[in-house]
């Protein structure tokens, strides 16, 4: 079946960095588009950036365009997410999920149904 792990959270201070990685079995890794959500306690889980499948496209939400990169590679079958200048509304567990095809000229890019497969989340604490 298949598998996503999430790794690389943990707990920093406020403007430090991150690098979260996913690494994906039993997956046809390039035919996917692949996306990182994240959920706060309390709050719904949302869509943060999704890329394309073979990297040509990228799409962030507002609140993390110029502080997080996403990047993949298709060799190693391992999703990226480079989280710099973190502040604490970023504190949330972190999941990456692959889609076919989700829309990504459309909002829908960040909605969870569009995403087939989902990895168990990585923990994201960012403290003033």
């Known amino acids: 079946q298949v598998r996503l792990v999430e790794s690389g959270g943990g707990s920093v201070q406020a403007g430090g960095s991150l690098r979260l990685s996913c690494e994906a079995s039993?997956?046809?890794?390039?035919?996917?588009?692949m996306a990182w959500f994240r959920q706060a306690p309390g709050k719904e889980r949302e869509g943060v950036a999704v890329?394309?499948?073979?990297?040509?496209?990228?799409a962030y939400v507002d609140s993390v365009k110029g502080r997080f990169t996403i990047s993949r590679d298709n060799a190693k079958n391992i999703l990226y997410l480079q989280m710099n200048s973190l502040k604490p509304e970023d504190t949330a567990m972190y999941y990456c999920?692959?889609?076919?095809?989700?829309?990504?000229?459309?909002?829908?890019?960040?909605?969870?149904?569009?995403?087939?497969?989902w990895g168990q989340g990585t923990q994201v604490t960012v403290s003033s």
């Open positions: 999920a692959a889609g076919l095809n989700p829309p990504m000229s459309s909002p829908r890019r960040f909605l969870a149904e569009e995403y087939n497969y």
């Open positions: 039993r997956l046809t890794f390039g035919a996917y588009y």
């Open positions: 890329i394309s499948s073979g990297a040509y496209s990228t």
